[in-house]
């Protein structure tokens, strides 16, 4: 049977696109889908501010008449700019487990990456680092959470049988919470705190929380810059992220680490597990689907950790432990017992030498993969 390849052009049609997962991984019990209006929201030219610096092309595969993959390629003029590469990103690929179906999605990528005079393709990545990005190549019967994507084993393979070699791995660890704040960490902490004069946010109060919003994503662009594919994001991103996502925070999973002058040098995010209550929604809020995220956003025994940021100026001098030791107070006394780490590059052992103090398994591996074109 012939395989056809459309690109996506309407509203209708992009919503089969963003879909598809759901089919392909009906029962799967370690796929989490992504929230619909996310997607919806960062794929459409007309709400995403990223288009003011990108491209974007999507494609759907049709076998037998039945939707069979899918992928999206993405042109980034930041990261061009900014890394000197011409590289054309892909994400968003899914397929059934047929080798011409990827070849042909694939293929649509690399016509338009040689067409654009770019040098390789690579991925999956999206449009920022905030998009979810990487392929899972170890930790198939582990539950994806809301920031990652989950795929059937069988994608590297075919994905290596078509020229793509690794560029480069994320890792994620599973930490088991302690009984009590660790003291190590908190002594840590207080000398931290003492000896270069910085406190912690003290407020329950997203209003107030709003007000730092503009710094914590100021500091992000700042801490993370060095990061593999990472990209500086435009005000109108910034904007753009804090109204899709503040809804979901609570401020007291956001520690902040202020200085004398009340500057923010730290911050992490942390956010109860949404895994369980997004597959019963299926990734969908409405008519029902606030219900299962109300309800574990309230009450979870697992939590996820999103980002963690520090000022360059305050890095490798303790600060992290003020953000452990009083998450550490947090989850104590919500009864979590499991936090999630969320993919890091596995050459920043910085990040991976936090954990250190914790029981810990590395349980997943993503990869990006890079195919140069002649």
């Known amino acids: 049977m012939v395989i056809q390849v459309r690109e996506i052009h309407s509203l209708q049609d992009l919503k089969k696109f963003i879909n598809f997962p759901l089919e392909l991984y009906r029962d799967n019990p370690y796929y989490v889908p992504a929230l619909f209006f996310d997607e919806l929201n960062t794929l459409r030219r007309d709400r995403n ?29 930041k990261h061009i700019e900014k890394w000197g590469q011409d590289y054309l990103r892909f994400g968003w690929l899914d397929f059934i487990d047929d080798p011409q179906v990827v070849a042909a999605l694939l293929g649509a990528v690399e016509t338009w990456g040689r067409s654009a005079g770019m040098e390789a393709v690579h991925g999956p990545l999206g449009f920022t680092d905030l998009d979810r990005e990487g392929m899972l190549v170890e930790g198939f019967d582990e539950l994806a959470t809301l920031s990652t994507n989950y795929n059937h084993p069988y994608y590297p393979g075919h994905l290596s049988a078509l020229g793509y070699t690794k560029d480069t791995d994320w890792v994620e660890y599973e930490m088991t919470v302690p009984p009590e704040p660790d003291p190590t960490i908190a002594r840590i902490a207080e000398i931290c705190r003492r000896r270069y004069r910085l406190h912690l946010l003290e407020t329950r109060s997203k209003k107030e929380m709003l007000k ?61 597990s949404l895994s369980r209550a997004l597959q019963k929604s299926r990734g969908k809020l409405w008519p029902f689907g606030f219900i299962h995220l109300l309800r574990a956003l309230r009450k979870s025994s697992n939590f996820d950790l999103y980002l963690v940021a520090v000022r360059q100026s305050y890095q490798n001098k303790g600060v992290n432990a003020i953000l452990m030791d009083r998450m550490n107070q947090v989850f104590n006394r919500l009864g979590v017992q499991k936090v999630e780490s969320n993919p890091e590059l596995e050459t920043n052992t910085d990040v991976q030498g936090q954990w250190k103090y914790y029981q810990r398994r590395l349980h997943k591996r993503r990869r990006v993969f890079l195919k140069r074109l002649g």
């Open 49 to 77: 501010p990223a288009f003011e610096h990108c491209e974007a092309r999507y494609w759907l595969a049709v076998k037998d008449g039945r939707p069979a993959g899918r992928v999206a390629a993405i042109l980034n003029h």
């Open 212 to 272: 730092y919003a503009g710094d914590l994503f100021d500091l992000l662009d700042e801490s993370y810059a060095h990061l593999y594919g990472t990209v500086p994001l435009t005000r109108r991103q910034v904007e753009a992220y804090v109204r899709q996502y503040f809804g979901f925070v609570r401020p007291e999973f956001v520690p902040v680490v202020l200085d004398e002058n009340d500057s923010m040098v730290a911050f992490g995010i942390t956010m109860p």
